[in-house]
């Protein structure tokens, strides 16, 4: 059974220090920034719930369907799906034999995954479990940029 979206955004606002959404370009977007103290904070995840120009291989515009995007960073990405794929041509997607549309399944994000994003539709309870320690690995690397940024001197 898929989790709500309330659940997710609960989990990444309550269970997280730090943590600020953000609604923007058909998404609301996840940041660590504690008080405030950048104008968005470091990206550590976003909840899509519609395609956009750019990111459609997901086909989110089928009723009920949203993607949980995750920015685990590069190692972890490389040790969940081997190497990095190149960056995609605008409107494109990242190369590889991943379905993109793929109901509650773990997949590089289909336009960022050459950033290290990770991303899955509709995950299921089992699902959202696994994808915990990702989301924590996301935040601590999210707090280790915000705090190189917010370094005093400056």
Same mark, same amino acid.
């Given at each position: 059974?898929?989790?709500?979206?309330?659940?997710?955004?609960?989990?990444l606002?309550?269970?997280?220090? *730090?943590? =600020?959404?953000?609604? /923007?370009?058909?998404?609301?977007?996840?940041?660590?920034? &504690?008080? @405030?103290?950048?104008?968005? #904070?470091?990206?550590?995840?976003t909840?899509?719930?519609?395609?956009?120009?750019?990111?459609?291989?997901?086909?989110l515009?089928?009723?009920?369907?949203?993607?949980?995007?995750?920015?685990? *960073?590069? =190692?972890r990405?490389? /040790?969940?799906?081997g190497?990095?794929?190149?960056?995609? &041509?605008? @409107?494109?997607?990242?190369? #590889?034999?991943?379905?993109?549309?793929?109901i509650?399944?773990?997949?590089?994000?289909?336009?960022?995954?050459?950033?290290?994003?990770?991303?899955?539709?509709?995950?299921?309870?089992?699902?959202?479990k696994?994808?915990k320690?990702?989301?924590?690995?996301a935040?601590?690397?999210?707090?280790?940029?915000f705090?190189?940024?917010?370094?005093?001197?400056?």
């Amino acid at each position: 059974m898929t989790i709500g979206i309330e659940t997710v955004h609960a989990y990444l606002t309550s269970e997280l220090d *730090g943590v =600020r959404p953000v609604e /923007a370009w058909g998404e609301t977007s996840y940041f660590f920034n &504690p008080g @405030g103290a950048l104008a968005r #904070g470091t990206y550590l995840a976003t909840i899509k719930q519609k395609d956009g120009p750019n990111d459609r291989a997901s086909d989110l515009d089928r009723d009920g369907v949203w993607r949980l995007n995750i920015g685990v *960073g590069k =190692r972890r990405f490389q /040790a969940m799906f081997g190497a990095l794929p190149t960056r995609p &041509p605008k @409107g494109e997607t990242v190369k #590889g034999s991943w379905d993109f549309a793929a109901i509650d399944r773990i997949v590089p994000h289909p336009v960022y995954g050459w950033m290290g994003w990770v991303a899955v539709l509709c995950p299921s309870e089992p699902t959202f479990k696994a994808c915990k320690p990702l989301i924590a690995e996301a935040h601590d690397r999210a707090a280790a940029s915000f705090r190189r940024r917010v370094k005093p001197g400056r």
